[in-house]
């Protein structure tokens, strides 16, 4: 038995040894589904577990039935037994009944006794029936059925006998026959005890036999039986996680990009399916997969040929992928170029700016467009205009950014000329004063405005640009009319030009000249003004300026002409005739009037009144015209600044210096005192006194001709003022004779201006004199009172 | 109907005489201190003769005369001037409808005639 069970765990632990190599060829049963196949497990499992089972039960029953053998054989035994003490029974109980002659009793025991015999006698004859014993002494059978065919004839007999009343052939019968019977049960007891001790000694052997094959049995049976589940279980595993880990290595392989990866496909079970569907995905995926590759060489393509510079960068700023163009344009290297490399790129100045931009873009996740110049692969930098932008995934993080950049170096260039020429607009309008604008009607406002314009109107910047009332405010309101006017000339379709002034927020008052030009829309309507506004402020002073010293000239000249005899008759001709006019006009109405049938007195003696008025009158301007001729008036009296009255003369006779070649210096004291005075006489004299001086160097040459003006504060009461040339000079003795009326040394002069000057100078309260210079030329002196403190004036 | 004079002229004395003489030979006179009142006024169309001074403040008598010339409201005119040796004004003074210049101070005789004339007078071609 052992020698059998442990050729079986070789034969099993073989069949392990080998089964890798099967299932790893083939999966046996593969073609069933894995429920079928756990379910044939579990049945298998279960059938070997029942098998083991059966083994135990009939182990069991067999000792049970030993058992029963033994009992059995105990039972026929006791049986036996019983018959002989029935036996025994009969005989004691019946001679005692024997003994008191007692019939009736007699018949009772001995039913009882007989019943009670060949009941126990049926049994002992069923027990032996039943445990038929090879080999039992037939004898026992024989005796038993003697026994009970015997015993109650004998107790027939005896009743009889008793019935009779014989008693001691009773008790005869009793102690012969039934002693005989006694002595054979007592044989029957020995045989059957005999036969039996022989049964017992073989159940018992073959139940101890029993119960040591069920002692093997039982743990063999469990052993079998779970190296069968074992067995299974593994095979179940097996057949199980072989496909799977080849579909796990199959995915393992996708996962890295291996799209050829095909799984082999065995029997026709879930996995096996699932294989077929993992090779067909793994076969979709290559397609895809080369699609895509084929799609992604052709956007590579795209991206390096379109006509910008493209990269993508990281979530933090670092590049990570840049196109080939750039890589042209730059001579720079995928490597050189990614993570932060592109930027030693960027021209040195502009670096530090678009860092800081690109920086916060990425901080900020907004993005960004920037202007910076790139070195180009010849060294030349670039003007690129650089747009990022975040992409960002559905939660909103940012996963990419992606960027681009454009050449705008011709738009630069083009940018730096017209700024360029912008500037040199602005400097042309600002030297040239000129502004130019645009007024839009639509929207009622001005749309542009020069530097030049703004600085005209003092505007340092425009918040919204003004409407046309907010600039019309600023014209002064005299003028605003007469611009209004023309400005709505223009909205109408004319150029139109104003001149006009315009009061400044600051206060200044500026002289300004605008000229409007009407643009006109598709429709034909004006739109726009256009227009230039000149600052003509200056020249409006200087205009001003040159009128006022035309009219001095003029005041001058008139002063020289009334100087001049010839035209002093003519003046005098003129002032006297306007009155004398009047006199003869009215002499001749007068006589009209009186001349009359009727005289009119009263219009005769108006127009004879006006002969008396007029008359005083001219008699009032000759006696004016003799006092200026004769030098004797002053005319007004105010206070002047003797400086400028003489800086204003100089402004008179410059070109007349500057033809001649003279140079003019002044010396003039600052604190000099104010003098009282009529302005243009003090001029003439000055402008005679410098005009003389001119002309007395005309004839000079190898030196300079230097005209020196001094003025100074002589004492506390006067001033004087001393003119100076480098001319031929004076005799000393006809110093005092240049003074005199008609005395001149000028081929073309009268004579007369310096004994003029001398008689204005005179009525002044001052004086004029002539001293020798040092050197070559002549100085001519006059002082004049101070401002209150000359003389009162004759009139 | 009675011709009216006008008398342009910025000097009282002038003006005032002129007045008198005029209305004296029974003539109607209006007088006007410079050529802008005269312009200003309602006179220049019915005037008949103007008695203009060459010289006047602002626009000048014969600025005047060509200004009623270019407006074809033309009227005889009688130029007068204070400075007699003026030569060039008299040629300025000169058109189709200057009938006289004459020179102050001047004659009664002088002056009526040439308003005698000025009142017949037809602007030469």
Redesign the interface.
């Known amino acids: 038995m052992t020698g059998r069970a442990k050729s079986m765990l070789a034969a099993i632990s073989e069949w392990i040894r080998r089964s890798p190599h099967v299932f790893r060829n083939r999966v046996p049963f593969g073609g069933a589904s894995i429920g079928a196949r756990l379910t044939a497990c579990f049945v298998v499992i279960l059938l070997s577990m029942m098998a083991a089972d059966l083994v135990t039960v009939w182990q069991f029953r067999r000792i049970t039935a030993e058992a029963r053998r033994l009992v059995r054989a105990d039972e026929t035994s006791l049986s036996v037994v019983r018959i002989h003490f029935d036996v025994e029974t009969f005989r004691d109980k019946l001679a005692a009944v024997t003994t008191t002659h007692d019939i009736r009793q007699f018949r009772m025991e001995a039913a009882s006794l007989r019943q009670k015999f060949v009941e126990d006698v049926a049994q002992s004859q069923q027990l032996l029936r039943a445990s038929d014993v090879p080999g039992r002494d037939p004898a026992i059978a024989s005796g038993l059925e003697t026994l009970r065919t015997t015993l109650p004839s004998q107790l027939d007999t005896t009743i009889e006998l008793a019935s009779a009343g014989d008693w001691p052939a009773v008790d005869l019968r009793l102690r012969n026959q039934v002693q005989a019977l006694i002595e054979l049960t007592a044989l029957l007891v020995e045989k059957v005890d005999r036969d039996v001790s022989q049964e017992r000694a073989q159940a018992v052997e073959s139940g101890n036999q029993a119960h040591q094959q069920l002692v093997l049995v039982l743990p063999v049976a469990a052993l079998l039986t779970l190296l069968v589940a074992v067995a299974l279980g593994w095979y179940a595993t097996r057949s199980i996680t072989d496909p799977l880990s080849e579909l796990e290595a199959g995915a393992q392989a996708l996962a890295q990009g291996d799209f050829q990866h095909q799984v082999t496909i065995r029997g026709h079970d879930e996995l096996a399916q699932l294989g077929q569907v993992f090779n067909h995905t793994a076969r979709q995926l290559a397609a895809l997969y080369e699609t895509l590759r084929r799609n992604e060489a052709l956007f590579r393509l795209t991206i390096d040929t379109i006509p910008a510079y493209v990269w993508s960068a990281l979530p933090d700023g670092s590049v990570d992928f840049i196109n080939q163009r750039w890589l042209e344009f730059s001579g720079m290297n995928s490597n050189q170029t990614f993570g932060w490399g592109w930027e030693a790129a960027v021209h040195p100045e502009d670096r530090d700016g678009f860092l800081e931009a690109w920086r916060a873009a990425v901080a900020s996740g907004k993005g960004m467009e920037a202007e910076a110049r790139v070195r180009s692969a010849d060294g030349q930098y670039r003007w690129l205009l650089i747009r990022n932008v975040p992409l960002r995934d559905e939660t909103g993080k940012i996963v990419k950014w992606y960027g681009t950049s454009t050449d705008i170096e011709d738009r630069k260039r083009t940018e730096q000329t017209l700024r360029q020429s912008e500037a040199y607009l602005a400097e042309g309008q600002r030297l040239a004063h000129t502004g130019s604008w645009a007024f839009d009607l639509p929207s009622n406002r001005y749309i542009y405005a020069s530097e030049e314009c703004l600085r005209i109107f003092e505007i340092d910047a425009i918040q919204d640009w003004p409407t046309r009332e907010a600039i019309s405010r600023l014209i002064h309101p005299e003028d605003w009319d007469r611009v209004n006017r023309s400005f709505e000339k223009s909205v109408r379709g004319e150029m139109t030009e104003s001149e006009f002034r315009v009061l400044l927020p600051s206060g200044t008052v500026k002289h300004i000249q605008v000229t409007r030009h009407p643009v006109l829309n598709d429709a034909g309507d004006v739109a726009r003004l256009v227009g230039t506004v000149i600052d003509v402020t200056e020249r409006k002073r200087a205009e001003e300026e040159r009128e006022r010293l035309r009219q001095l000239e003029a005041d001058l000249r008139h002063v020289n002409r009334v100087s001049v005899m010839g035209e002093l008759a003519?003046s005098v001709?003129?002032e006297v005739?306007?009155?004398?006019?009047?006199?003869?006009?009215?002499g001749?109405?007068?006589l009209?009037?009186l001349a009359g049938d009727v005289p009119?007195v009263e219009?005769a003696r108006?127009?004879a009144r006006?002969i008396v008025?007029?008359g005083k009158?001219a008699g009032e301007i000759i006696a004016r015209i003799r006092a200026m001729a004769t030098k004797s008036a002053a005319t007004r009296q105010e206070e002047l600044d003797l400086n400028g009255t003489i800086r204003e003369v100089l402004a008179l006779a410059g070109d007349e210096a500057k033809k001649r070649s003279v140079v003019i210096q002044t010396q003039f004291a600052d604190d000099l005192s104010p003098v009282s005075g009529d302005r243009v006489q003090l001029q003439q004299v000055v402008l005679n006194l410098v005009m003389n001086a001119i002309e007395a160097m005309s004839s000079v040459d190898g030196r300079a001709r230097e005209l020196v003006i001094t003025t100074r504060n002589i004492d506390a009461g006067q001033v004087q003022a001393t003119v100076r040339d480098s001319g031929t000079g004076l005799d000393p003795n006809a110093i005092d004779k240049a003074f005199d009326p008609f005395y001149t040394t000028k081929s073309g002069g009268m004579g007369m201006g310096l004994s003029i000057s001398r008689s204005i100078v005179q009525a002044h309260g001052g004086r004029l004199w002539a001293t020798a210079h040092d050197g070559p030329g002549t100085m001519f002196h006059f002082a004049l009172p101070k401002h209150h403190d000359r003389p009162t004036t004759k009139v | 109907m009675t011709p009216v004079i006008a008398v342009v002229d910025d000097d009282i004395s002038v003006r005032e005489s002129l007045e008198s003489l005029i209305r004296s030979v029974g003539l109607a006179v209006r007088v006007f201190a410079s050529a802008e009142e005269f312009l200003e006024s309602a006179e220049p169309a019915k005037t008949d003769c103007l008695i203009l001074d060459v010289r006047l403040p602002g626009m000048s008598g014969i600025e005047l005369n060509r200004q009623l010339l270019d407006s074809s409201r033309g009227r005889p005119v009688v130029f007068m001037t204070a400075h007699g040796y003026d030569d060039r004004a008299r040629l300025e003074a000169a058109s189709a409808w200057t009938v006289a210049c004459l020179t102050k101070p001047f004659g009664e005789d002088e002056l009526l005639d040439a308003v005698q004339a000025a009142l017949k007078w037809k602007p030469s071609a």
């Open positions: 003519a001709a003129h005739n306007q009155p004398l006019s009047g006199v003869v006009s009215n001749s109405a007068c009209r009037w009119n219009e108006e127009t006006r008025r007029d009158r």
